[in-house]
């Protein structure tokens, strides 16, 4: 199927708890992969304004996930520290690996990439530089909870 760009929605925002969500502020995504009727995994055109990150660093217990760099500069953040990327720059992480990963625009223009993830039932994300995590939910996909399980 093909995609026309111009009519996939921008969605911005967050499902993250307060205080969680000024960290993703200036986020926006296209969800390809649904636009084309993918079931199996995920695919986002994503963009970064400068001074936004993708998402708080986290890892998948279950969910492979893979980034492209389209355009702009994203700095990688992950356990082993920072690593530019740039455009036709990729990266991957594998499910269960405990290292957790975030993109930051530190530029002075947006940046894109795609995001391509696995749909693998039961998954969780742990969040290590804060006391959140994301449980499964058969309905909502996620809900979010403190460390101790209690609920956001």
Not at 25 to 41: C, E
């Amino acid at each position: 199927m093909v995609i026309d760009l111009s009519t996939v929605l921008m969605v911005k925002g967050t499902g993250y708890p307060e205080p969680f969500r000024a960290a993703v502020a200036g986020r926006s995504r296209q969800r390809v992969g649904n636009a084309a009727g993918l079931t199996n995994f995920g695919v986002n055109l994503t963009a970064l304004e400068p001074g936004a990150q993708s998402a708080l660093r986290h890892w998948h217990s279950h969910q492979d996930e893979f980034i492209y760099v389209v355009s702009g500069e994203l700095v990688l953040i992950t356990d082993a520290g920072e690593t530019l990327l740039t455009p036709g720059m990729m990266a991957g992480f594998p499910a269960g690996i405990a290292d957790g990963h975030c993109l930051i625009n530190r530029s002075d223009a947006i940046a894109t990439y795609l995001e391509i993830g696995d749909r693998t039932p039961g998954d969780r994300a742990e969040y290590p530089d804060h006391d959140l995590r994301a449980l499964p939910d058969p309905e909502k996909g996620y809900y979010f909870a403190h460390r101790d399980g209690q609920v956001y």
